[in-house]
């Protein structure tokens, strides 16, 4: 039975310690496939205790902290202790590439953390960002004394920066607890979870629904680094089959990158246990889903267990679902004239404790199937973005009100259609081509239908010599090279949008 009078995450931890202790909350495979750790709720609860003192003993409640671990139980066991301390978390990846490096560099410009916790290897490649510590000096002061209480803010979850500067989300623990809670009714799952992930652990998708939702259950938390996945997908189904998973998923690039390096010969694995199989983060290809169903059947996968779902770091998470075991449902919109009725993917309702709207060009609320922007409401929805100045929060200003609630304007484009919610795209994707008007996603579904070599697409609006260009940039492997005519390609997207593209 779970309590919902918890603070913070950790205390239902230390509740899980208490009544099963023994039980295995988090187990790590280094390299995708053999385990290099196993922690009980008990060790877990053990380790929370000693880095939440060594992080009251040095002075950080209220402030910042920058979090550059790698994945494992470390990161976790950090996390988790600032959520206990009171100090105000902010993941960032690992400082193992210059990528990476350059992603927390510009992090901590705006977020002015306090310090950053790494290991040492980690914190000398980030000379600049303030207070460095190392995760064993942290625990090496915890060895006695009283943690303080919770902060309000959380942590700070920063959006990748993909389209625009990263933003700092402030997610209080409030936020959290309430997201967790709606999830565990929405997808009705209990203290039997076992959930598996590939994701970033320093991403909202797997730190939020691949570490804290098991951990705050009393399930057990599986997982491994995200490159090990990405060099070898059938990682994940292995992982799956042979710790009986009951709840795993990602984007859907990771169930087509899955299924294309398996092709025809998928292993022969049993994945009946996996009752929730949820995709989410960017927009949902129904072709995708089917072909990853259908290349699994013989390994017992359920198509039911599909669980398309829709969220933002805004609202924590998670914010719909459909209920378990009804599979993926597709409904028709009238999209684009150029395209007439299109079918989409349906997310399901909102969670409960959610309300959405959907807010039409008119500054009024559209009706039944009507396109407009996805507005929510609700405990699970953050209350603005980390102000690092001035170490506070700065509420959300495009925020819109109706009977005396308010409502988080998302960004992105979407209906309500039979009790369900319908994401379409993005309203900052849309691409005007000599006033025509497109979203960028349809462009990007012809050019992947009309060619199973092109892996990834991508369709922008450029301006090139005084012209309106629409460009369409795709992604295939070198030896898939020759499948591909590019101005078929062209042409399959000009018959069905009207606009002649540039593929490249």
């Known amino acids: 039975m779970l309590s919902t009078d918890f603070q913070v995450l950790s205390q239902a931890i230390a509740r899980h310690a208490r009544h099963r202790g023994s039980h295995t909350a ?13 922690v009980s709720f008990e060790a877990l609860e053990a380790r929370i205790v000693r880095a939440a003192r060594g992080l009251a003993a ?3 409640r209220g402030q910042a902290m920058m979090i550059a671990l790698p994945p494992g139980p470390d990161f976790a066991v950090l996390f988790l202790s600032c959520l206990r301390a009171g100090v105000v978390a902010i993941p960032v990846p690992y400082p193992d590439t210059f990528r990476n490096i350059a992603r927390i560099e510009g992090i901590a410009s705006h977020a002015r953390p306090a310090a950053i916790v790494s290991d040492d290897a980690g914190l000398a490649k980030c000379p600049g960002v303030g207070r460095r510590i190392t995760l064993s000096a942290l625990i ?30 402030a997610v209080t623990n409030g936020n959290l607890l309430s997201n967790l809670a709606m999830i565990t009714r929405g997808a009705l799952l209990d203290d039997g979870c076992v959930s598996a992930t590939w994701l970033p652990h320093f991403h909202d998708m797997g730190l939020i629904g691949g570490i804290c939702l098991p951990l705050f259950l009393g399930g057990t938390a599986v997982a491994m680094p995200t490159q090990a996945f990405v060099k070898r997908p059938q990682r994940w189904l292995g992982m799956l089959h ?11 690039f990771g169930y087509d990158i899955c299924a294309r390096r398996l092709g025809s010969s998928a292993p022969l694995l ?18 995708v889903l089917r072909r990853f169903a259908e290349l699994l059947a013989p390994s017992k996968f359920d198509p039911a267990a599909l669980l398309p779902c829709y969220g933002l770091a805004e609202a924590t998470l998670v914010v719909t679902c459909p209920t378990p075991g009804t599979g993926m ?9 150029a ?9 399901g309702p909102a969670l409960p404790g959610s309300i959405i709207k959907i807010r039409n060009s008119s500054d009024g609320w559209a009706n039944e199937g009507e396109l407009g922007e996805i507005c929510i409401s609700g405990p699970h929805v953050s209350p603005g973005l980390w102000n690092g100045v001035e170490g506070g929060v700065r509420p959300f200003s495009d ?6 609630s308010s409502y988080l304007r998302t960004g992105d484009i979407g209906a309500l259609r039979d009790g369900g919610l319908v994401p379409v795209d993005r309203l900052k994707d849309l691409i005007v081509v000599y006033g025509r008007k497109v979203h960028a996603t349809d462009i990007e579904s012809t050019a992947l239908d009309a060619c199973r070599a092109v892996s990834t697409a991508a369709a922008i609006g450029v301006d090139y010599e005084a012209e309106e260009r629409l460009v369409v940039l795709c992604e295939v492997r070198q030896t898939d090279m020759a499948l591909v005519a590019i101005a078929d390609l062209a042409t399959s997207v000009a018959k069905v949008h009207g606009i002649l593209p540039d593929v490249r």
């Not at 042979?242 to 859907?252: E, F, K, V």
């Not at 049993?270 to 072709?287: H, N, Q, V, Y």
């Not at 395209?339 to 997310?347: E, I, K, L, Q, Y």
């Open 329 to 337: 449902h597709e409904v028709a919109l009238e999209h684009q004239p």
């Open 339 to 347: 395209t007439g009725r299109r079918s989409f993917v349906s997310c």
């Open 270 to 287: 049993d994945l009946s246990a996996w009752r929730i199989a949820f995709c989410g983060s960017e927009p949902i290809r129904a072709p």
């Open 399 to 404: 925020r819109v009100t109706d009977g005396g």
């Open 58 to 60: 040095s002075g950080l």
């Open 26 to 38: 988090l187990v790590f495979l280094g390299n995708g496939e053999d385990e290099s750790e196993r």
């Open 242 to 252: 042979r710790y009986r998973a009951t709840l795993s998923g990602g984007p859907c």
């Open 140 to 169: 090496a002061t915890g060895t006695r004394g009283a943690t303080p209480e919770p902060f309000d803010v959380a942590f700070v979850q920063y959006t990748s920066g993909s389209t625009q500067a990263p933003k700092g989300i």
